[in-house]
């Protein structure tokens, strides 16, 4: 057995110049420079993560003050002086180091104080230490480190230079690591380094104890991925793979297999989300060369990683990396973790259950263009428009129209005389032939209207939906408009029939009234306009106090719009007949506030009440209904006064006072 005591790597390796710092250059170049040019600050505080050189650049930097200003052959250990704030806390062990301070160095011009671990100080140390550190002796340089700066006073802050150590990259450990196996001799594959790397994060300390942990396990073999991997208690690779291919699949049953075999193997499943939220950001990267460079993966993997990444889309990765984040966040307070972690995955393959259905609907290169490909005669016969068979005499038949597939017909109304027609007639206006050419030559072109009026003044109760039973009439070639490649089927809707059982067409959107002048309403008007009829399915009958009950909560809704809270808050609700509620408000301003709202206070009234023929009717009133509102005493007084006069006579029998 070797008599040389063992020293472990992050002692042995330990870096002796600025050139040897892994990962620090920004900070290693600046002091370097500092030192050689003599401008050298005499308060220095490094700071950052564990294990990633802020002790060991202190040193360097000591050494090298007293090599540039003593020379290199003088014994300078007297004028480096080093102290543990952790367990050297107190404010007499400040005061002991200010009292060093004071001497002047036997060699050399300067004194190094390394106070590690600053922020250990106690409050009263801090406040001791705040003199000597503003103005220190011209021989004294002090240097502070510490892993938590914002625990470091302000006051000593500003004080000193700051030097920001970031965390070291995964290709400088794993670089590093393998500078230390070639130099101990030890086979290492590519991969195990680079999990060591990942493991330390960050960390080139930690990263140098592991490797001599796993060194240890090797017992001099070589060292593989498998043995780092059982030996860290890693996932590998293949499973965050594998889980992304369930999920893209929607597969389910194969996921919770997954989380099932991943417990059993003694994982911690908050570790396998993180790694899972990793993999999946990496897969991200992987779809564009520009990004590729920012993947924290071995390079014999990133081909796998491109392949996937082919697959998915970024809208799913977006949403499995919400949902993985979301479930990283709540795993600690979940009373059910191992719950928690599943439900994040079905939701994500949920995800990926649409996508490929979505993929699955998407029309073939020979469905996009039906106007391209070459049609039967049995084609052009299904595309024209003919008369029913069942046309009485003295009827004109309608003009047959060769219409192009992705060419939409909008229909117009009848005239008001033929509302009233029984609804077994199928008399059709005559189609009035295009300006010029067949429809089929106009293809897709949209025609616009002669005038904006013209398009306004279309009739308010326009058909839209084709009705059962009739032929569609073809009034103009402007009402021939382009569809998409690939339309939605628009669902049939029954026709209504009036009292007299005539056809009535179903009434749309008018812009009209949208153009009708404010000052045409005046007060008392009612400002609503006749809503659009719609399928009632919902006809629970309510009470006024109902009414009034939801009317709170549908004001409660309203809290976070202070000026629509404030109009609905002082409005009481009056129900009239066919559940109509009509309110009052006090001017046309307020009235244009609630037409803003409408639809959420009649969705919300409808809701809560269970009621789908809930309208609401919005009157200006400047009356009696909208009494001036009192607010000090003697107006109230006032005000019930007008009710009451023997309330005069009552105070001042009794000498009553307003308070």
Not at 160 to 165: A, E, G, L, T
Request: a negative charge; glycine letters at 4%; hydrophobic letters at 40%.
């Amino acid at each position: 057995m070797d008599a040389t005591p063992y020293i472990v790597s992050a002692r042995k390796y330990r870096p002796k110049d600025f050139e040897a710092v892994v990962g620090q250059s920004h900070v290693t170049e600046t002091l370097e420079h500092e030192v050689a040019s003599g401008h050298l600050a005499q308060a220095l505080l490094f700071t950052g993560p564990r294990g990633v050189g802020k002790t060991t650049c202190a040193r360097i930097l000591a050494r090298r003050i007293n090599e540039v200003h003593t020379g290199p052959d003088q014994d300078y250990s007297l004028n480096i002086f080093e102290l543990d704030a952790a367990s050297n806390n107190s404010v007499d062990d400040i005061r002991q180091l200010i009292d060093q301070v004071r001497f002047a160095p036997q060699v050399g011009r300067f004194k190094v104080y390394i106070i590690d671990e600053v922020h250990m100080l106690s409050q009263a140390a801090f406040n001791a230490f705040l003199k000597t550190l503003e103005e220190p002796p011209a021989h004294a340089i002090f240097i502070l480190a510490t892993t938590e700066k914002h625990k470091v006073l302000p006051t000593i802050l500003s004080r000193c230079q700051i030097f920001d150590f970031k965390r070291i990259g995964l290709q400088d450990i794993a670089h590093h690591l393998r500078f230390v196996a070639d130099k101990e001799g030890i086979q290492a594959e590519e991969e195990a380094l680079h999990a060591i790397a990942e493991k330390a994060d960050g960390a080139l300390r930690d990263s140098l104890s592991i490797f001599d942990r796993v060194t240890a396990f090797a017992q001099g073999g070589v060292m593989t991925y498998e043995m780092v991997r059982e030996n860290l208690q890693l996932l590998d690779h293949s499973v965050y793979f594998l889980s992304v291919q369930h999920m893209l699949a929607g597969d389910s049953t194969a996921l919770m297999l997954q989380i099932n075999d991943v417990s059993d193997q003694g994982f911690d499943l908050h570790r396998y989300i993180g790694g899972l939220a990793s993999h999946v950001r990496d897969v991200l990267l992987a779809k564009h060369d520009a990004t590729v460079a920012l993947m924290d993966v071995p390079d014999t993997l990133k081909a796998q990683y491109r392949e996937q990444a082919a697959a998915t889309s970024p809208g799913f990765l977006a949403q499995a990396l919400k949902a993985l984040s979301q479930c990283d966040l709540s795993y600690r307070a979940s009373s059910n973790p191992r719950l928690l972690v599943e439900i994040a995955l079905l939701e994500v393959a949920g995800y990926g259950q649409g996508e490929e259905l979505a993929e699955k609907k998407k029309p073939s290169s020979a469905e996009v263009s039906p106007a391209d490909s070459p049609k039967s005669p049995s084609d052009s016969t299904s595309n024209q428009f003919t008369p029913s068979d069942s046309n009485s005499e003295g009827q004109e038949p309608v003009k047959e129209v060769d219409i192009d597939p992705l060419v939409e017909v909008s229909v117009s109304p009848k005239p008001p005389s033929l509302v009233d027609e029984p609804a077994d007639s199928e008399s059709v206006p005559n189609a009035s032939p295009p300006a010029s050419g067949t429809l089929k030559e106009q293809g897709e072109r949209h025609v616009t209207p002669a005038s904006l009026a013209e398009a306004f003044d279309a009739p308010e109760d326009a058909a839209e939906v084709k009705m059962p039973g009739e032929a569609l009439p073809v009034t103009d070639a402007a009402s021939i408009q382009a569809l998409p490649a690939d339309p939605a089927p628009a669902a049939e809707v029954p026709p209504k029939v009036t009292s007299d059982g005539s056809r009535r067409p179903r009434s749309s959107f008018s812009l009209k009234a949208q153009l009708r002048p404010a000052s045409a309403i005046s007060s008392g008007d009612e400002v609503s306009e006749e809503p659009v009829e719609t399928e009632v399915k919902r006809l629970t009958p309510f009470s006024q106090n109902s009414l009034e009950t939801a009317w709170l909560d549908t004001v409660k809704i309203m809290e976070d719009r202070p000026v629509i809270h404030s109009v609905i808050a002082k409005t009481i609700p009056i129900l009239e007949d066919d559940f109509r509620v009509r309110i009052s408000v006090e001017n046309r301003v307020q009235a244009d506030y609630l037409e803003g709202v409408r639809d959420e206070l009649v969705g919300a009234l409808r809701s809560m009440l269970d009621n789908d023929a809930v309208r609401l009717l919005a009157v200006v009133e400047e009356g009696a209904s909208n009494a001036k509102i009192v607010y000090t005493p003697e107006e109230r007084f006032q005000f019930l006064l007008e009710k009451n006069p023997h309330l005069a006579e009552f105070r001042r029998e009794f000498k009553l006072d307003l308070e």
